[in-house]
């Protein structure tokens, strides 16, 4: 099982396959490489297709048997066996696993990269964009089943690597500072993460199997998970507490959670809608997943200690975030502004410090990975077909996209935690918790759902309603006399399964709620109920 | 024209199977009990068939005519659930018992973490969350309102919608909209925890928002629609709230766990009052804006810019109910006798004082209305206020032991939920029927009038306005018969309907007031008031839209309804009328209130309920029910006749059931009062009493600078820092660039002076 098993293969396939089909015509000769060019966009989606049906398979077990229901915080399944060393002499291996934190993660990778290829299927020189796509998502799930803090860092800033020319190339007017903006803000971000990923990397002992023949410390993250659970990964308390701090400064920026979460709506806003999708739908997840992996897992005390940290940077994300979404006048921005306040309520969850509260934030990340790809489509549509995001200059769009309006009502209803769709379970569990931990202050987040809805409302009122004429409306002046059209076939079909998701995960959440419930008893009770014993002993 | 109508009938053939689904499935073995999870499927299942089957057929002419754009499939799914529902029913009946648990589904399955005074430990008290289906007294009348009005008011819809223009290609969605609400209605219903409860009342607030808006692209329309699902939204939160304490406590949020024994919560802690009245009480802010009481009123008169269907059915006879339901539901929490908590009179108190409040607000705001609609609404805000007077009353008597009063108005106010809905889904039904025509007859005249194209119609016409109405009885007599009895029913006209409900909860909640606690006066007061006040602008209505001469010249060229009209509408009729003899014979407010608790409530029966509503022991009690019977049925309506009475046009005949009110009123017409239809009171009436304008001011001066703000404040405070690191960076590495100057002193210095300051760097560090 070293580079053959499964979790290899829907790494590295797209990876490899999306860099051949980036490179290649470009070096092939011009009669090849325009035929070439022309099936590149074919290839790539069912690449990815299959990659989806593989993912799908290991889920409901005809591959690997795995019994998910059975899996906690420190079980991998699928994982690499034996050491296969990419540099032997620092302790780096190619060490790949999985579990009910990063599976759900997986399988939404795999199942956004075909949606958003086909929701952007006739994407300008779709050779390389289709292609950059495939290797975005070997680069995606390389994050989620390394093993090895080294590979997985790598994977982390190769994710920045096909998302800043998706938008340097494909995106808005303002893409250059866009794309800049967001390569320095999270590249500057996450090598504060490295720093303390280092650190951390100092303080492993030597292991017989996975150390570095000169440096004697490895980079294996199960070690280092059951070395600090065992003996404490780093001594000092003061280190620690500055270790976890760059680790939250690397995975807070990605999240993003206020304050530092301004790259996101420049990226989004300028992002192609494809990139769109990507980026809210599991970048961002990326931070929540980092966090809980390494800084939650490695240092429970530290997180104790700072759990009223992580409850103000939640609540500013979320109370904050949606007051700032009531504000805005771009579409995009908006729902951008939105991620970042459903962002904040995976924090709370993770400070609740219950399994409800854990599995809800889980079941968060999955939900909204569904929703917000489902928003930016519906928001790149608008753009598409109307060309503009401004909200407020169209109105009565119902009449001419009644499908186009149909996915919006779901969308925004789902994003506003409407029971029976996806986001209502993970909202509800987070609450719950919430309230067994920390009481009245549930009202902050509750009351911030009538902001949620009041923003989704009026930004739905005022583009797909209200016109004067039931057959006319208002289109917009960017349209210049164009005829207003519905989505296309392509774009509805994309629309059409995220909505169907929605509605499945939100009637039957069970599917994943499950395993991630069963995984973070398993998480909490390992790994923190001793520390929260520790900390309610201590006076 | 008789014969095509007629022959419409065999457009109902698709409802055979329907029909026939839930006795096949009672012989294959299914659980009577869960036939209520047919109930649901069958409107959950037909929604996207009719969603997408409409969008895709849109226009094709034998989807218009032989299924009325979805119309027939969406009666065939609420066919299955009536029968599911009446046979559920039946079955409960039958049975004896006292509640009926279908086996519950795990839906979420967790744990939680409590600290026990030493450690943190996994708690294993607390249950998971799950789906079963629950039938008991309360449930079973609320299923047989909800199945059954879903039905006919279904049916009604069909001759409704699809015979307008504008609707034309549309009504699709309308039916699919509609049989998802009646899915949400029906899964609150029968759900067997607050959870899955709460989740139901959000889909159909969900569909709410979606019917309303059904004409878009009216800006009034798409306005109101926003404005239910906020201010719903408003009471849902807290209501969430109310969930996650109710958990903490029980921890459970299933009937079977939490009503087993209220008093001791998760781990056989005894609950204490602090803790749970608060819970109720947020859950009661919910009930207040699911029911628009009083202050969360605002959305329910403008929800009539939805179509009359669904004025009939969710803002009138269904969903309103929800909040109702859900205070019922509170019951066993205070019943001091069985199990109950104790110390929580105040909930009772605060929840009549609301009913109060509202029941009379809304009445005196309904006086002044014109739209026809528009005087529904704020009746039917005003009938549910009574049921939550009655349920504050009964929650109040039960919680300081008075059990067997308590219980009497609780089934009193749970009869009046039922008579209302009856009543309310009639009236809005038969308002629809006169608006339709009216409309139809505003438009044929334009038509002959050569005054062309049909979009151009007299903008000024409002088919809803009761001034342009009158003499309408001679015209539609079915529908001015069904208004009549609808009427009576609201106004508590002694023998019809609602005035079996009304006096006992009028009587009762008089009972509590002057026997044990003061404070419940003020509500007693405005109960009798208001009372008067109904017979007043109920008759108001009438007398406007079918007494009199027609006041425009579209309401005396209406013609009669058609068959999908007329069925529901004479069906309910019956209904009205007899739901008195319903009383008697099938013993409906003792089902309703003891059979759940049969404890000690024997004695309890129809004489009995008689008794204490019209010779109570007491002369205080009887001297206010009869004063309550004269204010509304000889006072209001005798003044309303004598200001909007009036004979029909000359030759035009009513018949005979209505001709006989129709000849009083005109003689009792006396009074002119355009006069005083100017005062500042009025005028502020009219203004709803400026809850509306407080209410955008309230907005306009907070939330919306704080989002202006708070965008600001991104995009400059915060962006403008990154900004700031951005430029200053920038600027950095020109002032250094600066130093490259290409010139070989320059470097030597420089080298010069790196290499002494890392020599004093190491002598520093080492010494």
């Known amino acids: 099982m070293s580079f053959t098993g499964p979790l290899s293969i829907i790494t590295l396939v797209p990876l490899l396959s999306g860099l051949i089909l980036l490179v290649l015509p470009n070096v092939l000769p011009s009669d090849i490489s325009m035929r070439m060019k022309a099936s590149v966009r074919n290839v790539a989606i069912g690449l990815s297709s299959a990659i989806f049906l593989l993912t799908t398979l290991i889920f409901v077990g005809t591959i690997g048997q795995i019994d998910w229901l059975s899996i906690g915080m420190g079980d991998y399944v699928l994982e690499t066996e034996d050491p296969v060393w990419l540099i032997e002499s620092i302790g780096v291996t190619w060490h790949l696993g999985t579990d009910a934190l990063s599976f759900p993660m997986i399988w939404l990778t795999t199942l956004l990269i075909p949606i958003s290829m086909l929701v952007q299927w006739d994407a300008e020189d779709g050779h390389s964009f289709h292609s950059l796509l495939l290797i975005m998502e070997g680069a995606l799930i390389g994050v989620f089943v390394s093993l090895d803090l080294f590979v997985f860092y790598i994977f982390w800033e190769l994710t920045l690597v096909p998302m800043f020319f998706l938008i340097m190339i494909w995106g808005g007017e303002d893409r250059k500072y866009a794309s800049m903006k967001f390569f320095i803000y999270t590249f500057t971000a996450s090598v504060l993460m490295l720093v303390g990923i280092l650190v951390m990397y100092f303080n492993t002992v030597a292991d017989p199997n996975y150390a570095g023949t000169l440096t004697g410390h490895h980079f294996n993250l199960v070690l280092m998970t059951e070395q600090s659970r065992v003996d404490g990964l780093i001594n000092s308390e003061g280190l620690r507490h500055f270790v976890w701090l760059l680790l939250l400064i690397g995975f807070a920026t990605k999240m993003p959670s206020v304050p530092v979460h301004t790259w996101l709506p420049d990226a989004h806003v300028q992002a192609p809608t494809a990139g769109s999708m990507l980026l809210a739908g599991v970048m961002l997840k990326m931070g929540a997943y980092g966090f809980l992996r390494i800084a939650v897992a490695m240092f429970p005390e530290s997180t104790l200690t700072f759990v009223p940290l992580l409850v103000f940077l939640g609540m500013a994300s979320l109370v904050y975030g949606a007051v700032v979404c009531l504000g805005q006048t771009n579409l995009k921005r908006m729902v951008a502004y939105s991620s970042v306040s459903h962002m904040g309520l995976i924090f709370l969850g993770i400070a609740t410090m219950q399994p409800l509260g854990f599995a809800g934030a889980l079941f968060m990340m999955f939900a909204h990975g569904i929703i917000s790809p489902l928003l930016f489509a519906v928001a790149g549509s608008f753009k598409h077909h109307y060309h503009t995001l401004e909200i407020g200059s169209m109105r009565g769009i119902a009449h001419h996209s009644p499908f186009l309006a149909g996915h919006m009502m779901l969308g925004w209803m789902g994003s506003l935690g409407l029971p029976l769709l996806a986001g209502f379970v993970a909202e509800v569990a987070i609450m719950i918790a919430f309230w067994m931990t920390f009481g009245w202050w549930v009202l902050l987040p509750a009351l911030t759902l009538i902001f949620t809805a009041l923003y989704y409302l009026t930004s739905m009122q005022k583009m797909i309603f209200e016109s004067d004429d039931p057959h006319i409306g208002k289109l917009p002046d960017t349209m210049h006399d164009e005829e207003p059209r519905d989505v296309t076939w392509h774009e509805n079909a994309g629309m059409f399964v995220l909505g169907v998701l929605t509605i499945l995960f939100g009637i039957l959440p069970f599917i994943f709620w499950d395993m991630m419930s069963v995984w973070s008893t398993e998480f909490i009770q390992t790994y923190l109920v001793h520390a929260m014993n520790m900390l309610e002993a201590s006076p | ?767």
């Open chain 2, 1 to 767: 024209m008789n014969e095509q109508k007629n022959q419409e009938w065999n457009l109902l053939v698709p409802l055979a199977p329907a029909i026939a689904l839930v006795p096949v499935l009672v012989v294959m073995g299914v659980e009577p009990i869960d036939l209520g999870f047919a109930a649901i499927a069958a409107p959950l299942a037909m929604f996207p068939v009719v969603l997408l089957i409409g969008q895709i057929w849109n226009g094709n002419e034998k989807w218009v005519s032989r299924f009325k754009e979805g119309g027939i499939l969406a009666l065939s799914a609420l066919s299955v659930s009536l029968i599911a529902g009446l046979w559920m029913v039946l079955d409960f009946l039958g049975a004896g018992e006292k509640k009926v648990h279908g086996d519950p589904l795990t839906w979420l399955d967790f744990d939680v973490l409590r600290y026990d005074g030493t450690q943190w430990n996994i708690d294993a008290g607390f249950t998971n969350i799950s789906f079963g289906i629950w039938l008991d007294p309360i449930s079973a009348m609320l299923l047989f309102v909800a199945t059954f009005l879903c039905f006919l008011i279904c049916w009604f819809a069909i001759g409704y919608m699809t015979t307008d223009d504008i609707n034309s290609n549309r009504n699709h969605r309308f039916f699919a909209e509609f049989i998802l609400f009646s899915m949400g209605m029906f899964g609150m219903v029968l759900a067997d925890s607050f959870l899955w409860l709460f989740i139901f009342w959000e889909i159909m607030g969900l569909c709410s928002y979606l019917l309303i808006g059904f004409y878009y692209w009216k800006e009034s329309a798409a306005a109101a629609a926003k404005k239910a699902f906020m201010t719903t939204r408003v009471g849902d939160v807290f209501l969430m709230v109310g969930l996650l304490m109710l958990y903490d406590i029980y921890g459970s949020l299933d009937f079977a766990v939490v009503f087993d024994n209220p008093s001791t919560g998760v781990g056989e802690a005894p609950v204490k009052a602090s803790e749970l009245q608060p819970a109720l009480l947020m859950l009661f802010i919910g009930c207040v804006g699911k029911s628009a009481q009083f202050p969360l009123h605002v959305w329910l008169p403008d929800a009539m810019e939805g179509p009359t269907p669904v004025s009939a059915l969710i803002h009138a006879a269904t969903m309103v109910n929800a909040g109702l339901y859900l205070v019922a539901r509170m019951v066993p929490f205070v019943d001091v006798d069985y199990y109950g908590v104790m110390g929580m009179e105040d909930l009772g108190i605060i929840i009549a004082w609301v009913g109060g409040i509202t029941a009379f607000m809304a009445a005196s705001i309904a006086f002044v209305q014109n739209d026809i609609k528009k005087v529904l609404a704020y009746s039917t805000m005003s009938q549910l206020a009574y049921i939550f007077l009655g349920l504050g009353s009964a929650l109040y008597l039960m919680s300081t032991g008075h059990r067997y009063e308590g219980l009497f108005v609780l089934g009193g106010a749970l009869f009046h939920l039922f008579n209302h809905a009856m009543a309310k889904g009639m009236l809005f039904m038969a308002s629809g029927s006169v608006i339709h025509e009216m409309h139809h007859a505003h438009h044929e005249l334009h038509h002959h009038d050569g005054h062309g194209q049909h979009d151009d119609h007299d903008e000024h016409f409002d088919a809803q306005d009761m001034r342009n109405m009158g003499g309408l009885a001679s015209k539609m007599p079915v529908t001015s018969i069904a208004m009549m009895l609808g009427s009576m029913s609201i106004i508590g006209i002694p023998l019809i309907g609602g005035f079996w409900s009304k006096e006992a909860i009028i009587a009762e909640t008089w009972l509590g007031a002057l026997e044990y606690e003061p404070l419940l006066l003020g509500p007693a007061i405005l109960a009798v008031l208001t009372a008067g006040m109904t017979g007043f602008y109920m008759s108001r209505m009438w007398m406007m839209t079918f007494a009199g001469e027609p006041k425009h010249n579209a309401a005396s060229h209406v013609h009669e309804e058609t068959l999908w009209i007329k069925t529901p509408l004479i069906t309910l009729s019956i209904v009205t009328a007899t739901t008195g003899a319903l009383l008697a014979f099938f013993h409906i407010g003792e089902f309703l209130s003891s059979k759940d608790y049969s404890m000690g409530l024997d004695d309890l029966d129809v004489t009995k309920a008689l008794q204490i509503a019209f010779l109570p022991e007491k002369r205080t009690l009887m001297a206010v029910g009869y004063v309550t019977i004269a204010l509304s049925t000889f006072v209001g309506p005798i003044i309303a006749m004598k200001v909007h009475g009036g004979s029909l046009k000359e030759g035009q005949e009513a018949n005979v059931a209505v001709s006989w009110l129709v000849s009083l009123s005109a003689a009792f017409k006396t009074i002119d009062v355009s006069g005083m239809a100017n005062s500042s009171l009025s005028d502020s009436l009219r203004k709803r009493l400026h809850f509306d304008d407080l209410y955008d001011w309230g907005i306009s001066k907070t939330i919306a600078p704080m989002a202006k703000f708070s965008a600001w404040f991104d995009a400059n405070v915060i962006d403008g820092i990154v900004k700031l690191v951005e430029r200053t960076s920038i600027q950095g590495s020109h002032w250094i660039r600066t130093y490259t100057t290409g010139s070989t002193r320059d470097y030597i210095l420089m080298a010069a002076v790196g290499a002494l300051s890392i020599f004093i760097l190491i002598m520093g560090v080492t010494i």
